[in-house]
């Protein structure tokens, strides 16, 4: 299951570098005056308080990606409502390489939950097809931000944990999040993950640096 699991990022990683070409080249200068309005939750320099996701050190075509997924309505994000309407393609690359120019801050691990999320996070849940976190984001949690897929290490482990619930119901309710695309690899991943083994590797990824 691991092994497919890296056939399938690797792939989905290809695609998506054929797209590369369609995202604006984001400007980091240009992109700190169009975040003036997005401080207020992810703070001036993207490490911005819990619920709120921290988007410093962000991989800058993930951030673009969801930035103009928000926008178009493929991902509802309340918080974000009007924040991102009017922003074109080019406003949303500047933001994107702006969050990604930044120094992620580091989070931590709740002892209590380490084992058991390390244990998900390296190896999976095979009796669940659960594949490996770290086929997609790296065994230091880094990401692979060529192939757009985005960096967990020092996220708040309450936004990680909300995602994931979000991916579970939007697995088979589009009330849920469901902007995986088609091959819903996280709607599965989250899909067949008990709400305790959510919440261990949620925190074993926010301690990850």
């Not at 084992?115 to 790296?138: D, F, P």
């Not at 088979?172 to 993950?193: C, E, H, Q, W, Y």
């Amino acid at each position: 299951m691991k092994k497919q699991a890296i056939l399938l990022c690797l792939t989905l990683g290809l695609v998506s570098s054929g797209l590369a070409a369609e995202r604006p080249a984001g400007d980091a200068a240009a992109g700190k005056n169009e975040a003036a309005t997005c401080v207020a939750c992810h703070g001036e320099d993207g490490n911005g308080p819990a619920p709120f996701p921290k988007l410093a050190g962000q991989g800058e075509k993930y951030l673009y990606k969801q930035l103009q997924d928000i926008r178009d309505g493929a991902r509802m994000v309340p918080t974000m409502i009007g924040q991102v309407d009017d922003k074109s393609d080019q406003e949303l690359a500047d933001i994107a390489a702006y969050f990604s120019s930044q120094e992620t801050s580091g989070g931590q691990t709740d002892p209590a939950l380490l084992e058991l999320g390390a244990k998900i996070y390296r190896s999976g849940v095979a009796e669940r097809n659960v594949a490996a976190c770290i086929a997609c984001h790296s065994p230091s949690g880094q990401g692979n931000a060529p192939g757009g897929f985005p960096s967990l290490a020092g996220q708040h482990a309450q936004y990680v944990a909300d995602q994931l619930r979000a991916y579970r119901t939007g697995y088979d309710d589009p009330s849920g999040r469901t902007n995986d695309g088609d091959a819903k690899i996280m709607r599965s991943v989250a899909f067949a993950l008990s709400d305790r083994e959510i919440e261990a590797v949620s925190s074993y990824v926010s301690g990850l640096h």
